[in-house]
């Protein structure tokens, strides 16, 4: 029984992996942008929440509404991102790592001096109260609710790329920038574009997390690291690569966790994904180019 | 790209004189050796001017940073205080003159500001710190400057430094009476949950003597690293160990994240009550009252104790910073160092360190928590233990109380089954 | 001549006429600063020790190490054990040991109760790690954004490693309280003023090292690799080996500036090493000059001296400065606060021809910020 309980722990904790990196792995993976800024945006989507309870009030509905608002919220942050610094340096992809960090650090005192520095508190629906029983297994409302909201999340986006004209550019411009460009397709707009709903999937992540935790300045900074962990484990340009590896590094932490404690495990995690990468240096699934690297 | 052969000659030149330097280094600048047997306390000759119509002080909280969620609230609180020894004439007839300094949540940076507060600004006291780290990182900085520390929050013992007043709970002040008052409700069982720092692993470790002498079974021990905000894996272990109750040390936002998936994972306060020592009104908020309603705390003080001392304590408060602003246990602790440190000033009719110190023991005050008394030897205060339960108001609840203060024992010297603990 | 300007340009006689300045400078502090002010600048020497490394590893070699905390950790670890054991005296147990742990030494503290095998290991951990690690990530092509995240998950796992260790690491309160240094004792302001005077001469020996190395074929090669790599892999040259050297230099450089910050502050602890301190690491280099001698060093006082005098006043303010430096200076001024000199040097170059061939190779050299690396 335990050993299904932790299943269902490491998948819900995958779920989380996947919605915090969904967004970084299109970016990341399209435009070679390193947003260290992503946490933060994430923390905007959780606020967005926060604001949005304070003015609704039922804790159903305004759940409901901070979803698409926080994707707004991030995405808006992250297309005023784009315009205002990334664009300048996609020569530099590098140095866009070391700006997004100085955009996450103002970003995070920006809340601090807007929501004041305590943690605050978004109130979770009466339907997402308590757990599902199953057999002798409890299975949180909340933990589920999130494991479906990343399935959505993946397939919207997995049937976005694939079906639409926008789906079509976007992976013509991951593939080969030059060829798409000569093939008459904006990559500055479709950049743009991408910005947009990457940094939106943050946002969306942001209002997830509410109900698992607090909210508060730094609540983006306890899930960057873990984030790029899985985007790069999973390979770029890919969404499989990323659900993969989201899923692997959920379970991995959990059963560690399970037979070890919490230090021991993320630092196993950590060292397995360098094992990882020792074998596969561009991660789980990645687009085969002609370029050397 | 053309490569060039170049002469190492340069760089040799360079590395001449630094060796050069080092020599002179090697040469010039020898101190005294440990072995030596000089007397180095000539060094810290203090500096503090008490010749003015003022005196400074040092306030030294983390404003930025981690810990700033709580260290902003015990800052407050000293301004407070100050604030209201100025109005009312200051001490021995000076007004206090704050020098704050930001920790920066970082145990170096207190170190630092430390040292910088007692030899640059000479102040007569420092009040402040939070966290264990920025204790212990603080007091080799004040025994070696012989300068004053007084450290408003309740920690885990097994230390008493001449240079340093703790005016929160050692533990048998706070964690021995939340065991206590859990065996007297039929505790047989307690799992622990902490966060994976010095405080919940030295708590853990009494708790775990406590157990063996008193006859409960520890069915569980989890620590999660400062910060850890996935909580399912532990609240599994806590789920299928079924325990009595869960004695919690777990710090900061990680107990926002356990309660939440407490609750979810279908557990109350009924079935299994989950006893905080790091929960204050102040951050009941941030977990939602909804999550931690009916669970209990161990403290020495709550906003809602029923005193003349502590009513004019809470009204001043908001007053001063809003009527949305709750007191909390560090809060009122660092309130009351401040008037333990002018009570002692006065005693010793001076602001020396030396003078502070001998004239310490015995001082008397009633503080919003109750009567305080400061034990000269090993540099705590006694005080009344309180256990109180959450309540749907946000605010906490006295349930039961120790009545009379109780000597602080930072050792746990007067405890047989502690014995081989320190 | 602009004393800034000198400091900040190339060519082999002026670099040592800014050498012999800066060593002048360091020398003189001792009879300017108050103990206190002293104790600060050896503390923020010790950090430009590590921006030092990093404006080789980076500035030249394009390698964005986001974990340099780990191999200072390290450094100021291992130091900080020796002095804890030296305090102990011979056969002794720590204080915190006593408290927190079991009362026993365990077995891997053991090698650092000599002092001359405690130094051994500083400088050899270090170089060890960074080498293995650098060997086996640099040998299977991981590179660019993948190194820079990898280095941070080091940090990350090294920190959280230290903290859960508590009962032989000290946990998150660190080590500290250290009686005395190689048997001097650190209470004395005279020992203070000697640990300053030997942290200036290690800043400036490595200062030596890396200005010996850059102008060295290593030093060629290394900025090859960073441009093209691919390029030196076909001129026959094995572009793994030379990173890895680069960054093992780094990593000790690191090593030795945690190894004595540990004595100046007084303390270490996981948060001097986790991932914020690490990036923390690097706000000077980049604001000073990436790819200059001087430019990380001077950077690096300068954003320490800013920190501490900032924060003084205002607490969130500094932030809110460190975070718009940051982001101005990378996306503006990618060359660092040297490329104004540069800018106006090459002003003058033009307007007087004949003195530009001479130090032009160099000076290209010393502007370069790496370009995209094929991805």
């Known amino acids: 029984m335990d050993i299904i309980a932790q299943l269902f722990a490491g998948l819900s904790l995958g779920s989380v992996l996947l919605l915090a990196a969904l967004g970084l792995s299109l970016t990341f993976g399209q435009m070679g942008v390193i947003n260290m800024a992503h946490g933060e945006f994430m923390m905007a989507g959780a606020y967005t929440a926060f604001v949005v309870q304070g003015v609704v009030g039922d804790a159903g509905v305004s759940l409901l509404l901070a979803l698409p608002l926080g994707f707004v919220v991030g ?146 900074t306890n899930y960057i690291v873990d984030a790029f962990l899985v985007v790069v484990a999973g390979g770029i340009g890919q969404i499989k690569g990323t659900v993969i590896a989201a899923t692997a590094l959920g379970l991995m932490q959990s059963f560690f966790e399970y037979s070890t404690t919490a230090s021991v495990a993320k630092v196993l995690v950590f060292v397995t994904i360098v094992a990882f990468l020792q074998l596969r240096p561009q991660g789980l699934v990645s687009v085969r180019t002609r370029s050397l690297a | 790209m053309r490569l060039r052969s170049t002469s190492p000659h340069g760089a040799m030149r360079l590395s001449t004189v630094s060796l050069a330097v080092l020599c002179v280094v090697g040469l010039s600048a020898c101190g005294a050796r440990v072995d030596g047997g000089s007397d180095t306390s000539a060094s810290a000759e203090s500096c503090v001017d008490t010749s003015g119509d003022t005196v400074k002080i040092g306030f030294l909280n983390s404003l930025s940073g981690t810990m700033a969620i709580s260290e902003q609230t015990v800052h407050d609180s000293l301004q407070l205080a100050a604030k209201e020894i100025n109005a009312d004439g200051g001490v021995l007839g000076k007004e206090l003159e704050i020098v704050s300094e930001d920790g920066q949540s970082e145990p170096t940076v207190f170190a630092e500001k430390a040292s910088k507060l007692i030899t640059s600004d000479c102040v007569a006291a420092v009040f402040g710190g939070w966290t264990s780290a920025s204790r212990k990182a603080m007091l080799p900085v004040f025994e070696s400057q012989d300068s004053l520390l007084f450290y408003p929050v309740q920690y885990e013992g097994l230390e008493s430094s001449p240079n340093i007043f703790y005016t929160g709970a050692t533990t048998n002040q706070q964690i021995v009476p939340a065991l206590d008052y859990l065996v007297e409700q039929g505790a047989k069982s307690l799992f622990l949950v902490g966060s994976d720092y010095v405080f919940p692993r030295t708590a853990n470790k009494i708790i775990n003597a406590y157990a063996e002498a008193h006859g409960i079974e520890i069915v569980g021990e989890e620590y999660a690293p400062l910060g850890h905000t996935d909580f399912s894996t532990i609240v599994n272990k806590v789920r299928s160990a079924d ?36 929960i204050a009104e102040e951050e009941v908020g941030g977990i939602g009252v909804e999550n931690i309603e009916g669970q209990l705390t161990a403290w020495n003080y709550y906003q809602t104790v029923d005193s003349p001392e502590n009513t004019a304590f809470v009204e001043a408060f908001k007053a001063e910073y809003g009527e949305d602003r709750p ?17 002692m000033v006065e005693k010793a009719d001076s602001f020396a360190v030396d003078d502070v110190v001998a004239a310490a023991d015995g001082i008397t005050y009633d503080a919003p928590e109750g009567k305080v008394v400061v034990n000269g030897e090993n540099h705590h205060i006694a005080k009344t233990a309180l256990i109180g339960k ?33 | 001549m602009n004393v800034f300007t000198a400091l900040l340009r190339p060519g082999r006689a002026r670099t040592l006429a800014a050498f012999g300045l800066a060593a002048a400078v360091l020398l003189l502090a001792p009879m300017v600063l108050s103990p206190f002010r002293l104790d600060l600048l050896a503390k923020f020497l010790c950090l430009a020790m590590v921006a030092v490394g990093i404006g080789l590893a980076w500035g030249r070699g394009g390698l964005l190490t986001l974990g340099q905390g780990v191999y200072f950790g390290l450094g100021a670890y291992l130091m900080a054990m020796h002095l804890k054991l030296a305090d102990a005296g011979p ?13 026993q030494v365990p077995g891997w503290w053991e090698p650092l ?55 032989t690491t000290g946990g998150t309160n660190g080590l500290n309280g250290f009686r005395a240094f190689f048997g001097y004792d650190l209470a004395d302001p005279l020992n203070k003023q000697m640990l300053y005077l030997i942290a200036a001469g290690a800043l400036l020996v490595m200062v030596a090292v890396v200005r010996q190395l ?55 602890s996981p948060a001097d090493v986790g991932v914020v301190p690490s990036i923390g690491f690097l706000i000077g280099v980049a604001i000073g000059g990436r790819a200059t001698l001087l430019g990380p060093v001077l950077g690096s006082i300068a954003v320490s001296w800013a920190q501490t005098s900032i924060s003084e006043q205002f607490p969130s303010g500094w932030i809110y400065f460190q975070g718009a430096l940051f982001i101005l200076v990378i996306a503006f001024l990618p060359g ?16 007087a021809p004949g003195d530009a061939g001479a130090s032009g190779d160099a000076a290209r050299d010393h502007e370069l910020v790496p370009e995209r690396s094929p991805a």
């Open chain 2, 243 to 278: 325990a009595d109750a869960v004695f919690n040390t777990l710090n900061g936002d990680s107990n926002v994240a356990f309660f939440k998936e407490y609750n979810n994972a279908g557990m109350s306060a009924d079935d299994m009550p989950v006893v905080s020592v790091s």
């Open chain 2, 390 to 422: 959450i309540g749907a108001d946000g605010l906490i609840h006295t349930e039961w109380s120790s009545e009379e203060p109780i000597e602080p024992d930072p050792y746990l010297e007067g405890y047989d089954w502690a014995d081989g603990l320190s």
């Open chain 3, 113 to 167: 109760r000599s002092p001359v095998s405690a130094i051994v290991l500083i400088l050899l951990v270090p170089a060890g790690l960074a080498a293995l690690l650098g060997w086996a990530v640099f040998t299977r092509r991981v590179r660019g954004a993948y190194f820079a995240i990898l280095s941070q998950a080091l940090a990350a796992a090294f920190a959280i490693l230290l903290i859960g260790q508590q009962q």
């Open chain 3, 91 to 103: 056969g002794g147990v720590p204080d915190f040991m006593l408290l927190y742990g079991t009362g």
């Open chain 3, 336 to 351: 660092g606060l040297a490329s104004f000199a540069g800018k106006l040097r090459r002003r003058r170059a033009a307007a």
């Open chain 2, 327 to 343: 007191t909390s246990d560090p809060m009122e602790a660092a309130y009351t160092s401040l008037y333990l440190w002018k009570a």
């Open chain 3, 214 to 268: 850059s102008v060295s074929r290593f030093g060629e090669l290394l900025v090859a690799v960073r441009d093209q790599e691919d390029r030196v892999r076909f001129l026959g040259y094995d572009p793994a080996a030379v990173k890895v050297v680069a960054y093992a230099v780094a990593a000790v450089m690191a090593a030795v500036g945690g190894a004595l910050f540990v004595p100046i502050a007084g303390i270490v």
């Open chain 1, 75 to 220: 995405g808006l942050l992250g297309l005023l991102l784009e315009a205002t610094l990334i664009h300048r340096m996609y020569r530099r992809p590098l140095d866009t790592l070391l700006v997004t960090w100085g955009v996450a650090l103002v970003l995070q005192q920006v809340a601090r001096d807007v929501f004041g520095a305590p943690n605050v508190d978004v109130r979770a629906p009466a339907w997402l109260s308590g757990a599902v029983q199953i057999g002798g297994l409890a299975l949180p409302r909340t933990r589920l609710f999130i494991l479906t909201l990343a399935i959505v999340c993946v397939v919207a986006l997995a049937l976005a790329l694939r079906a639409t004209p926008l789906g079509r550019r976007i992976r013509a411009v991951v593939q080969n920038r030059d060829l798409a460009e000569a093939s008459g397709i904006s990559s500055r707009a479709t950049d743009r574009v991408t910005f947009f709903i990457g940094s939106g999937l943050a946002g969306v992540a942001g209002v997830a997390l509410t109900l698992l935790g607090s909210i508060g300045p730094t609540l983006g």
